[in-house]
């Protein structure tokens, strides 16, 4: 070996009484078994410190998930997370599609809020419909013409006056 | 470099190995197939005992395995492995309270310094213990410069990038710590 040749002859050069002890010099050796047993030791200990490699493909996230997949703990993991995911989506979708009860809209409004919409709409409603709604001593002339009481009474008191003789024989 | 005699897996399908979840303890046995010589040879030099030597070669290991992520692939990957094992023996000897000399006695190293002088003939078995009582008076870094030059046969470019230091600084260190040595030898 070239290297060895050119170590011994520095060393010759620096002390040729250690040159030559190297010649004759033995390092000592190995016991016997020594290496397979010291092996054996070596994966033992790696082994039972659970030694995880601080590689730096650790942090890449594809080879994580699969060192997490062959250690056995992402498979139960992501299948108690489907599991709450389904039950979670269940959930939207019966809050989604389920009907609230249906609640009439007018009874939502007070008693003066549904007469004031029925004067209002007097003309879009069936007259008979409203003559069967109403108690039977009120005044059904406002509710007919739009107008409230007092006003619907001058109105008729209005007209009255100015039907002449001959109107009110026709009339009558 | 790595001394491989059969062919051996490339650093490239090691490290593919190595970063597959699937398959990276057949990356870390390839890795230690590959490398676990001699980076035990190393980590021996460095601190002698077989038992220590065995504990930093496992920790390098685990740690090679635990931080291969972050090799980049800027360096090769035995000169990444040496940069782990060079720190762990560091740190190791720097925890060790006891500089001494532990495996030879003072007789022993006078005698294969004595061998030296009259120019007898080495006792291989005994050289490798007077080496390590040498390295002994080495600071540690300066012990791992001549560690890597001398049993690991490292280029000075590569022990660059292991240790980072520059070319001029190790060939300064090195050159230094064989003369410590050679004192030593002689004293």
New interface residues.
Partial sequence: ?D??KE?YEE?ER??P??A???V?????A??KT??AD??A???R???S?Q?V??????FNCAERL??WW?SGIVRPVLALAALALLVMAGLWWRQYWEVAPSMPLAAQLSEEEVLYYIEVNADNFDTQLLLSLLPANESMLHLTLGLDEPRTQDLMDAILKSLDTENLKELY | MPRTSTAQPTDEHILSLMRDVRSMERGLKLLMDKYQEPLYRHLRAMVHSHDDANDLLQNCFIKAYQCIGQFEGKSKLYTWLYRIAANEAITFLRGQKRRAADSMDDNANASICQALKADEPLDAANIEALLQSAMQTLPDKQKQVFVLRYYDEMPYEEMSKVLGTSVGALKASYHHAVKKIENFLER
């Avoid at chain 1, 004759?24 to 000592?28: A, F, G, L, T, Y």
């Fill in positions: 070996m290297n060895a170590i060393l620096l002390s009484v250690i030559r002890l190297k004759v010099h033995e390092p000592p190995a016991p020594y290496f010291m092996q030791e070596v994966l200990k790696c082994q410190q030694t490699p601080r590689f730096k493909f650790l699969h060192l062959y």
